[in-house]
């Protein structure tokens, strides 16, 4: 009798396999052009994403060019170890999370309010206007955001510097100024990102039902009523999900624009993980030491999407999977 039982689950087991793939290569039949499609994308992920994750096993080399990667002396948790304890450690992380603070404190919640009062705009005219002049700055390289920021703000003829002296009778030092670095990067990225960052607010905002705003109207409510308990609420798995991805990057500032911004009077303040990886790798030929850096900033970035995806659901929320 129990010999007979487990022959019966066994042939159910094997007719459930047989029937999900001929399930599967019906609707690869069906579908296969789709798929064909879906094939670029695939190849560009498996090329440029997947094969060079091989890469980090360079961090637990001691990697020298002339004996080649296969051939270099394994070291194992040694430069993570050396990372680790060396002093700089501690202000590079400093650094790294005091920008990612800020980023999160002023530049996340920016495109949401700008995304908020763009909604509110009845003229369909002045919006698309508006929504193309915040939009130009993304497209702007940041080099270039760069130079505008020294034209405007050196003590050389500078136009902001030149209406300060007028005005209080002194120029400060903005480019040189450990004190107004951070402000520096934080004002640059939402001048060039708030607009940019706008429009997946504004598509979520334009699914939200009109028939709630109607019937919010009738009840007499306030466009501010509205706005907190229709607009915001509609949003809040959008809301979540940009956050949680932007907790990710807590370790990720950006090398290009803090190494512009950066100078020889406000690297104590400028030096982060991004610009650190760089100076190592590059100018100093330290490849394995620099790749466990970035392993690490990775490993990091990973936790705290988890976390915080947790963290989410935990509290109700939708998260990212």
Request: charged content about 15%; aromatic content about 14%.
């Amino acid at each position: 009798m129990g010999h007979t039982t487990t022959t019966d689950s066994l042939q159910v087991k094997v007719r459930k396999k047989q029937s999900t793939k001929d399930l599967f290569l019906k609707r690869l039949k069906r579908d296969k052009w789709m798929y064909l499609l879906l094939l670029p994308g695939i190849l560009y992920f498996l090329i440029f994403k997947y094969v060079p994750m091989w890469g980090v096993m360079l961090a637990f080399k001691n990697y020298q060019p002339f004996t080649g990667f296969m051939n270099s002396e394994w070291v194992g948790l040694d430069h993570f170890r050396d990372f680790f304890q060396n002093p700089d450690f501690g202000r590079l992380l400093r650094n790294t999370l005091l920008i990612s603070l800020y980023n999160l404190v002023f530049f996340f919640p920016a495109p949401i309010i700008i995304a908020l009062m763009l909604n509110e705009v009845r003229k369909e005219f002045y919006k698309r206007t508006i929504q193309t002049l915040i939009y130009v700055p993304h497209f702007i390289s940041m080099v270039i955001v760069a130079s505008l920021s020294y034209v405007f703000l050196t003590t050389e003829g500078g136009i902001v510097n030149s209406i300060l002296e007028q005005v209080i009778g002194h120029k400060i030092d903005f480019l040189s100024s450990p004190d107004w670095f951070r402000p520096l990067i934080i004002l640059q990225t939402m001048w060039k990102e708030c607009g940019w960052g706008t429009i997946i607010f504004l598509a979520a905002l334009a699914g939200v039902d009109t028939e709630q705003y109607e019937a919010a109207i009738v009840d007499g409510a306030s466009r501010w009523r509205q706005m907190w308990h229709i607009t915001l609420p509609s949003i809040r798995s959008t809301i979540i999900i940009l956050l949680i991805l932007k907790v990710g990057d807590v370790l990720e500032n950006g090398f290009e624009q803090i190494y512009l911004m950066t100078n020889a009077l406000n690297r104590d303040v400028a030096d982060v993980f991004d610009t650190y990886v760089y100076m190592m790798g590059i100018t100093q030929g330290a490849f394995s030491y620099s790749t466990a850096v970035g392993l690490f900033k990775s490993i990091v970035g990973v936790i705290l999407v988890f976390t915080s995806n947790y963290l989410a659901k935990r509290f109700g929320q939708s998260g990212i999977y």
